[in-house]
Nanobody, 116 residues
Framework: QVQLVESGGGLVQAGGSLRLSCSASGIMFSMYAMGWYRQAPGKQRELVASVTSGGRTNYADSVKGRFTISRDNAKNTVYLQMNSLKPEDTAVYYC??????????WGQGSQVTVSS
């Protein structure tokens, strides 16, 4: 079965950086777009960034120029490099993939807390 295992969350001061990693198994990783979502308390889950199988990236306006999504198909891993973090970036971040049958899979969630 598909499994997405995240690592790299934590507590950082405003202006700092964190990198999230998501290791995928049970799926032909290189064939699928991957993404990162986040959900802050009391808010809906929102797409932060995505990367297609061909490497094309897309970002939410709120993170453009600060976050970078990348993938390493040899390691079945997708990354989210987060720089210039702001308190409003505080949320639980989820790795995501949708398979051929449009079934969504999620990582376990990684807490990112940015203190002011």
């Amino acid at each position: 079965q598909v499994q997405l295992v995240e690592s790299g969350g934590g507590l950082v001061q405003a202006g700092g950086s964190l990198r999230l990693s998501c290791s995928a198994s049970g799926i032909m990783f290189s064939m699928y777009a991957m993404g990162w979502y986040r959900q802050a308390p009391g808010k809906q889950r929102e797409l932060v960034a995505s990367v297609t199988s061909g490497g094309r990236t897309n970002y939410a306006d709120s993170v453009k120029g600060r976050f970078t999504i990348s993938r390493d198909n040899a390691k079945n891993t997708v990354y989210l490099q987060m720089n210039s973090l702001k308190p409003e970036d505080t949320a639980v971040y989820y790795c995501w993939v949708r398979d051929t049958w449009y079934i969504n899979y999620w990582g376990q969630g990684s807490q990112v807390t940015v203190s002011s």
